[in-house]
């Protein structure tokens, strides 16, 4: 009996779908950044909130408030009105993602911020978890 309830657990195992690692379907796009003047254009700013799943104007504010600096949002750029290198404003991004993307608990990046009351909470879809996080 024992024999047979191993072999249908090794067959059952086999037959399980490989598991995706969420660093092959999360990629951060490469920043593909300008300087104009004293400004500095993030051309793929479109790209960037399409894998985040943010809104443009949550993104801004906290590059903003991070980059001590003022900004604007045009259509998919988003224009820092102060000089940036790339790799400054890659930590900045990275220091986003894992405060307002990544799951506290399970680590995915599955998440969505939903308005309850005067909280924003950061609602995991992968594991269920609903943490509150800091407003900008």
Do not use: W
């Not at 399970?106 to 969505?112: F, I, N, R, S």
């Amino acid at each position: 009996m024992e024999m047979e309830y191993q072999k249908l657990l090794k067959r059952a195992m086999e037959n399980l779908p490989k598991k995706e690692s969420h660093k092959d379907r999360f990629v951060v796009p490469e920043l593909v950044c300008e300087q104009q003047g004293n400004k500095t254009i993030l051309k793929n700013f479109g790209d960037l909130l399409a894998v985040l799943r943010r809104e443009p104007r949550h993104l801004a504010r906290y590059l903003f408030k991070e980059l001590a600096t003022r900004g604007s949002i045009k259509s998919n750029l988003l224009v820092l009105d102060t000089r940036m290198s790339k790799e400054n404003l890659r930590n900045k991004i990275e220091s986003y993602i894992q405060e307002f993307v990544n799951c506290k608990v399970c680590g995915e990046p599955d998440t969505k911020l939903v308005q309850e009351g005067r909280y924003t909470m950061m609602v995991c879809e992968a594991c269920g978890r609903k943490t509150p996080i800091r407003i900008l």
